[in-house]
């Protein structure tokens, strides 16, 4: 059963902007993340919202760039993704947490914390 469907990818100039957005089949997520892996590195933490309270969370190497944001009444999160670097590209998937995780704002990069992914999407950053 898919729980989270991306959507989004593309190709793009750098400098340039993308929106992906991931569209939950559930409820009861308490955390929405974004993770990426590019080719021959290991997935990292992008970014992460909680649901109760819409608190976001970035990495480093994306903030003041990147914009986590959330729709509840369609149940999807957008990533909006400005200033787009080549660095920038690799596999995006979104993730969800169903339960309780203390102390988000410390723990939202360790995917052995969520429940859910989704298949992930592509973007490449390329001119």
């Known amino acids: 059963q898919v729980q989270l469907v991306e959507s989004g990818g593309g190709l793009v100039q750098p400098g340039g902007s993308l929106r992906l957005s991931c569209v939950g089949s559930?409820?009861?997520?308490?955390?929405i993340a974004w993770f990426r892996q590019a080719p021959g590195k290991a997935r990292e933490g992008v970014s992460c919202i909680s649901t109760s309270d819409g608190s976001t969370y970035y990495s480093d190497s994306v903030k003041g760039r990147f914009t986590l944001s959330r729709d509840n009444a369609k149940n999807t999160v957008y990533l909006q993704m400005n200033n787009l670097k080549p660095e920038d590209t690799a596999v995006y998937y979104c993730?969800?947490?169903?339960?309780?995780?203390?102390?988000?704002?410390?723990?939202?990069?360790?995917?052995?914390?969520?429940?859910?992914w989704g298949q992930g999407t592509q973007v490449t950053v390329s001119s």
């Open positions: 559930r409820v009861d997520y308490t955390a």
């Open positions: 993730a969800a947490i169903s339960g309780l995780l203390l102390k988000l704002w410390v723990n939202w990069p360790d995917q052995t914390y969520y429940d859910y």
